[in-house]
């Protein structure tokens, strides 16, 4: 029989997904069935080593095996930190995928199915939310990739987790770049931010006003302005310190993201500049815009 000592030997990667109901976890796991991953669905925690055991038993692909977990268990979290740590432990590297979304979107999609929360008992939807936020918050907190899907219909967190387990495997930080604009909130998966409205908003000239960072008038504009080439040197320098450090402690996936007032004109070209520096020095590097469109 094959043990997990000797899979981690091997460098076996045990992926782990989990969130919020109603975040997608389903849909997730489907995406991860459709691209030849072994996944098992709402596994309690307590099984997570005998699965890995089973995995290496029938010889699965080691970085391909996956479960997904909810938050039904009342020692949910101090089940999956003990999973998490005999996994580990026993040599097999463990990855936490953390699906999120908004409590106001949560709640339009369980009204949608009109079906309950599994916590929400006698009280109200909002209620059985807020308790699963706080059983979760330390699982999310040490989550390797954080994806909010408030903005995603299933095709596009399918396509999200295509991007992010769909490659070729290759070793390195996958980083994604997102822009935004600072009058819709933070992105909630975000690992780091920029805030690049120290720069002059394109939106007070008037022919600037109707496009976005992607067209090139507006790129040229950005672009051309005090500080903003220092800023991206500067920051591209700080970046490889983050990345060098994240990849020393394991942690495969960032979410960098870029804002501005609006998230139309200056973090959009920024994104895309950072994106395409960060390409240059080998990182795996997806590129999107929030708030373009929005207005």
């Given at each position: 029989?094959?043990?997990?000592?000797?899979?981690?030997?091997?460098?076996?990667?045990?992926?782990?997904?989990?969130?919020?109901?109603?975040?997608?976890?389903?849909?997730?796991?489907?995406?991860?069935?459709?691209?030849?991953?072994?996944?098992?669905?709402?596994?309690?925690?307590?099984?997570?080593?005998?699965?890995?055991?089973?995995?290496?038993?029938?010889?699965?692909?080691?970085?391909?095996?996956?479960?997904?977990?909810?938050?039904?268990?009342?020692?949910?979290?101090?089940?999956?930190?003990?999973?998490?740590?005999?996994?580990?432990?026993?040599?097999?590297?463990?990855?936490?995928?953390?699906?999120?979304?908004?409590?106001?979107?949560?709640v339009r999609r369980f009204e949608n199915v009109r079906r309950p929360h599994p916590?929400?008992?006698?009280?109200?939807?909002?209620?059985?939310?807020?308790?699963?936020?706080?059983?979760?918050?330390?699982?999310?907190?040490?989550?390797?990739?954080?994806?909010?899907?408030?903005?995603?219909?299933?095709?596009?967190?399918?396509?999200?987790?295509?991007?992010?387990?769909?490659?070729?495997?290759?070793?390195?930080?996958?980083?994604?770049?997102?822009?935004?604009?600072f009058k819709y909130g933070l992105p909630v998966d975000a690992?780091?931010?920029?805030?690049?409205?120290?720069?002059?908003?394109?939106?007070?000239?008037?022919?600037?006003?109707?496009?976005?960072?992607?067209?090139?008038?507006?790129?040229?504009?950005?672009?051309?302005?005090?500080?903003?080439?220092?800023?991206?040197?500067?920051?591209?320098?700080?970046?490889?310190?983050?990345?060098?450090?994240?990849?020393?402690?394991?942690?495969?996936?960032?979410?960098?993201?870029?804002?501005?007032?609006?998230?139309?004109?200056?973090?959009?070209?920024?994104?895309?500049?950072?994106?395409?520096?960060?390409?240059?020095?080998?990182?795996?590097?997806?590129?999107?815009?929030?708030?373009?469109?929005?207005?």
């Open positions: 029989m094959s043990s997990p000592e000797d899979q981690g030997r091997a460098g076996t990667a045990f992926v782990i997904v989990t969130g919020m109901s109603g975040a997608g976890r389903s849909t997730a796991a489907k995406a991860l069935e459709d691209l030849g991953w072994f996944v098992i669905d709402n596994l309690p925690p307590g099984l997570l080593f005998a699965m890995a055991e089973e995995a290496g038993r029938v010889k699965l692909a080691a970085d391909k095996v996956a479960a997904v977990v909810d938050v039904r268990s009342l020692a949910f979290t101090t089940d999956l930190n003990a999973a998490i740590e005999e996994l580990e432990g026993r040599g097999v590297r463990v990855r936490v995928v953390f699906l999120e979304a908004s409590d106001e979107e949560l916590l929400q008992g006698d009280g109200r939807l909002v209620d059985g939310i807020a308790r699963e936020r706080g059983i979760l918050r330390e699982v999310r907190a040490n989550a390797d990739l954080v994806i909010d899907t408030s903005a995603h219909n299933v095709h596009e967190l399918r396509n999200k987790i295509v991007a992010y387990f769909g490659g070729d495997n290759r070793p390195g930080l996958r980083v994604n770049v997102v822009s935004f604009g690992d780091l931010v920029v805030d690049c409205r120290f720069l002059p908003n394109p939106h007070w000239v008037p022919e600037l006003r109707p496009m976005n960072g992607l067209d090139s008038p507006v790129r040229d504009y950005v672009l051309g302005q005090p500080g903003a080439k220092e800023f991206l040197d500067a920051y591209e320098e700080a970046f490889k310190i983050v990345a060098t450090g994240y990849a020393r402690e394991g942690k495969s996936y960032a979410t960098l993201a870029v804002g501005c007032t609006g998230g139309k004109h200056r973090s959009v070209a920024m994104a895309e500049q950072l994106g395409g520096r960060l390409r240059d020095r080998g990182m795996e590097v997806q590129v999107s815009h929030r708030d373009v469109g929005r207005e």
